[in-house]
């Protein structure tokens, strides 16, 4: 079986089961692809759409088919010399409802449980309602108002001979040693005898195996007629309806380990970790060993059976130890290789899921392969942003928003406003924390918990990078730069005595290491602290940026999108290469994508609005006219006018991003689909900008009122057919950034990896539409069509040249898989008056090389054309110097002999907007190649 090389992520759910894949892997291996990347395959909630709300991670999930359906799956791959790679989520477990066996035990049982070390629970919280007890915040409305209501009925699990209370979808059960408290109501004397036994177990040391036996002698008393009336009759004494009722559930309730609650609660003072502000979702204490085989015995068992080739880590920064985490899972993969079947790859794959701040890049000592490639997105997506677009568009942004464009200034205000709302709960216990820590030295014994609270939300307000990564032997070198930016830019936001707390925390989060501290107990305090702030500033980060800034500013949206670096408007050549290069270096095996389940706009949109930050001028006199005309269709409420000026100019750019070169604006089924699928965005996009609604406090006149706006926007005829007349506009120079992506990820280092669909135009938006089911008959029909690019150059509007080149490029690499796993990577300087238009580079491993030539910001550089191709002739005197020799096109099978004056791009580039050139023959002594794979096939 071949090492990954290529692969395509999928997304299962009970609509695209296990046997659905099976159905397509021969597709799917004639597009090239080598390895079918799975979303998490464990057990999930019920109808999950995603897979990452698992509630048991120890099986296959039975809507996906469960195991038997994998193993059929990965035998069909097998066949195909293909493989799998899969997600799996050990940050977090889905909790309420009643699916997650592992959080009803904690919930029943408390810090008694064996389940309770599993979650990251505070059982001694400074609130004394919660002082033993988790706070659970599902309730529709105040808890009285639900009490009250009746909504809380006490039910009785035949199977399971216990009770709970049921409210909706939740389920919360009653500790056995309270089940006296109910069974003391009952006029049968047998079930009323059954207290006793219950009540006993408050004094038995072993009360949680005891119970199983008082359980199972309850059971046996419930299978009497009369015994299930009296029980019935007793279940109605605590209905919340009746005054006595409520009482009586109440007092039951109170003497539960954990307090029901309303969900607005959550944010202020949930004592256990979530996943980012999501109560649903619950943190998991990866770091304990216990906690870890239980998590991974699955995946790691499927590792060893040489079902899975290689692991992708969801969310790696929530953990409370990266690297701890990575070196035991690649621990432990390392010693299950010699036991995997001899036609699976030795090594094991790791890949984490993390976003990289501007600067920061992924630390090498972790033991993995490299990132899920979000960086690479925004790579790609910086040298094709024009550097000339940016004032004129940033000044279109503040003129209409009345918002500073800097986008930084808007993740401060993000950052800010999340501490002080989503995660107040988190923010209080990282400040609790640290304040331990201060009490722990009589040096700083006096430093106040208020001064503390004031220094750390500076510090967290400026940090510029989603988590650092101290430990007990203190923070790593590779993180120093970016502490030290957030201290320089805090100091300047406090005050001279909370200046002087800030220094203290910098030493204690791990500017010194926690191991020096001469005092166990001061260690073990700020390796806590460390934690407490880590685990939070991650979240902070991706709900300012991601979630709240990056739909808050829009000079340009294509450059708000999960792991960009939205403050930078474009990016140069140089700092392309630059990235190249040292994933060549430090992590070959990464992956690379433009596209993914996380992403808030497909790779095609962002390619078409790319293009329009060539024609910033021009969009800026567009919008002002398109405002005018729009003027009718605009409601004025009591808060200002719906839209606001920002959200209109934020929903012009979507239309002309999505707005793909099939859509007809006289089409009115298609253009109905379009306005759909654009509402569902705009709901999202409202309320993740938190200014005028909010998913807390939807403000339901302003999105009805922003919905009738885009309605009237596609129906109003003058004013849709301008918009799609500057859409059309798009279409060419949109595409070649389309294809000039393709190209680049397939060639880069790296491995690159396919969002389902995406070989065809992606112009999905945020999800869930970025999920929606995928025509792989119509794709299928497309590559058995086998058409050459220059021929599907000549119909580039249904996608079929995009597949194209993703299938030649993969087959390359499919017959040199040496080069492109070793290759090293030269960048090419063009000469001449468009040299700035090019992007070039080689690979090289041994005697054979890669040329790939792409053009970059092109929409001034098309003449009168209906293709995305740019012509001879407009490429004047533009030449590369690529080393001499002969070379063969991928592409179009032309062959070029290059000499030492080198080669005009008008000949590189004369049948496609791209080219990608093969040479083999000539070996530099200097360069010793790295070994050969047994199981590589020799180079073509």
Known sequence: MNEIRATLRLQFHRDFTLKDAERWVDYYAALGISHIYASPLQVSRAGSPHGYDGVDPTRIDPELGGEAALKSLVARLRERGMGLVLDIVPNHLAVGGSENLWWQDVLAWGSDSPYASFFDIDWHSPDPTLNGKLLVPFLGAAYAEILNSGELTLDYDVEAAGFHVDYHEHRFPIDPRHYGDILRFSEHNTLYEQAAFFEALQQDNDAYASAQDARRQLGKVMESPAAQASL??????????????????????????????????????????????????????????????????????????????????????????????????????????????????????????????????????????????????????????????????RQLWRDVSGRDPDFSAEVRLGRREVLTSLLTSEFSACARALHAVARAQLSSRDITLAAIRRALEALIVHFPIYRSYADDAGRPDADTPFFTQAMQAARQALNPPDIAVLEALERWLGGEAPRDCAEDGERQLRQRAITRFQQLTSPVAAKAVEDTAGYRSAVLISRNDVGFDGEHFSHSSEHFHKANARRARDFPGSLVT??????????????????????????????????????PLRQSLP???????????????????????????????????????????????????????????????????????????????????????????????????GLVQTVLRLTVPGVPDLYQGSEFWDYSLVDPDNRRPVDYGLRKAGLDQALPPTEALRTWRDGRVKQALITRLLGLRHRNPLLFAHGDYHPIVADGELANHVVAFTRRYSSYQLLVVVPRLTAN??????????????????????????????????????DNAGISVASLLAELPVGVFLRAGHTDSNTEAPPLHQHSEPLK
């Not at 403000?699 to 009122?705: G, H, K, R």
């Not at 030449?879 to 096109?889: A, M, N, V």
């Open 232 to 393: 019935s009759a007793v279940m109605k004494l605590f209905n919340g309806a009746s005054s006595n009722g409520a009482t009586r559930l109440h007092a039951l309730l109170e003497r539960q380990h954990y307090r029901l609650a309303w969900w607005r609660t959550a944010s202020d003072e949930i004592n256990w970790r979530r996943f980012f502000d999501v109560t649903e979702l619950g943190g998991l204490r990866i770091e304990d060993p216990e906690v870890f085989e239980a998590v991974h015995a699955l995946p790691l068992r499927l590792v060893e059976a040489g079902w899975v080739d290689g692991l992708r880590v969801d969310h790696v920064d929530g953990l409370a130890d990266p690297r701890g985490y990575c070196l035991r899972l690649r621990q432990h993969l390392d010693a299950i290789e010699e036991k995997r079947p001899s036609d699976a790859p030795r090594h094991v794959a790791l890949y984490v899921e993390k976003i990289l701040g501007d600067g920061e890049t992924l630390h090498t000592d972790w033991g993995v392969d490299g990132t899920s490639g979000y960086e690479f997105m925004n790579e790609v997506s910086g040298i094709q942003h024009d550097p000339t677009g940016s004032a004129p568009l």
């Open 594 to 631: 433009t596209a993914t389940h996380d992403h808030k706009r497909g790779e095609d949109v962002r390619a078409r609005l790319a293009a329009l930050s060539e024609q910033a001028v021009i969009f800026t006199s567009q919008v002002e006219r398109w405002r005018k005309m729009a003027a």
């Open 639 to 737: 808060e200002g006018l719906a839209p606001s000026p920002g959200d209109e100019l934020i929903l012009y750019q979507i239309l002309l991003g999505a707005w793909s070169p099939t859509l007809d604006p006289q089409d009115d089924e298609a253009l109905e689909h379009f306005n759909q699928r654009l509402a569902a965005w705009q709901l999202k996009a409202l309320r993740e900008a938190k200014l005028r609604s909010h998913w807390l406090w939807p403000n339901e006149a302003y999105e009805s009122a922003c919905r009738t706006f885009l309605e009237g926007l596609l129906t109003t005829a003058p004013l849709r057919d301008s918009i799609a007349a500057a859409a059309r506009t798009l279409d060419l120079p949109g595409a070649i950034n």
């Open 861 to 898: 550089l098309l003449d009168d054309t209906d293709r995305p191709h740019i012509s001879q002739k407009r490429w004047e005197d533009t030449f590369l110097q690529p080393p001499p020799g002969c070379w063969q096109s991928v592409l179009t099978e032309a062959t070029l002999k290059v």
